[in-house]
């Protein structure tokens, strides 16, 4: 409705999340006597919308066909004095948690496979409106046994000889560390990473591979001083 030009990179996107979510659960929450004075179940179809402004709107849904953005749960006014007020607001939480999702991954449609996966884990870092309004506490999943050594077994070589841990696999916190290894491919099979195997970085190309891929062992590994994916040693062979 209000978006006069669309955010096309992750950083924008999750900016623009977190603006209209903010205005939405200032509306279920803070607000929340005045939103629920607006939800008069004897006016039309309202919508609970949260602008880039953080600012929070109770309003008819956009006329123009198709909207410009996704919309919110239509009628959201209609079920509000047929249910506990707690069990309505609650209601009222998951289909905005929904609205907010599509309107991000709307926005979200040009990105590539790995910045919609950062986007995702970016939003997943967020207590949704649901658990915000409910008072729950999110679950954080269970380290696994390997999580203190992610970055075990990836090594890369400076100019000068020393041996470098990736700087997407270390020096990050747990959570830091799971976003960036989903979004780390091997430059040969596109494989994801695995922390229980040996992958090596490319001093060219900045890429990463298997190093069952490149046919390189840690222990040749630690006789290159500089290493030159296949694909990086054919370019140089034929200048």
């Not at 007020?85 to 609205?99: E, G, I, N, Q, Y």
């Not at 494989?191 to 591979?209: H, K, L, S, T, V």
């Amino acid at each position: 409705m209000e978006m006069a030009s669309s955010p096309r990179t992750v950083e924008e996107i999750y900016k623009d999340f977190c603006a209209r979510r903010a205005g939405v659960v200032r509306a279920l929450t803070n607000d929340v006597d005045e939103f629920y004075g607006l939800c008069d179940p004897d006016k039309e179809n309202l919508c609970l919308y949260g602008h880039p402004n953080e600012s929070w709107e109770v309003t008819l849904p956009a006329e123009e066909v198709p909207p410009e953005l996704p919309e919110p749960a239509l009628g959201i006014n209609f079920a509000r004095d047929g249910m506990n007020r707690k069990d309505w607001l609650s209601l009222v939480a998951v289909h905005t948690d929904s609205w907010l999702l599509s309107v991000a991954f709307y926005l979200g449609a040009r990105l590539n496979r790995n910045e919609r996966k950062r986007l995702f884990s970016l939003i997943n870092d967020q207590p949704t409106v649901f658990e915000v309004v409910t008072e729950r506490k999110p679950i954080k999943d269970k380290p696994s046994v390997d999580s203190s050594s992610k970055s075990r077994g990836s090594t890369k070589r400076s100019n000068d000889g020393q041996v470098k841990s990736n700087p997407k696999l270390a020096d990050e916190s747990f959570d830091d560390e799971e976003d960036e290894h989903s979004e780390t491919l091997c430059g040969s099979c596109g494989g994801n990473y695995n922390a229980d195997e040996f992958w090596i970085g490319c001093d060219i190309c900045e890429r990463w591979f298997h190093g069952k891929c490149v046919k390189i062992t840690p222990a040749k590994a630690e006789n290159i001083k500089q290493y030159k994916c296949p694909s990086c040693s054919m370019k140089r062979g034929r200048q």
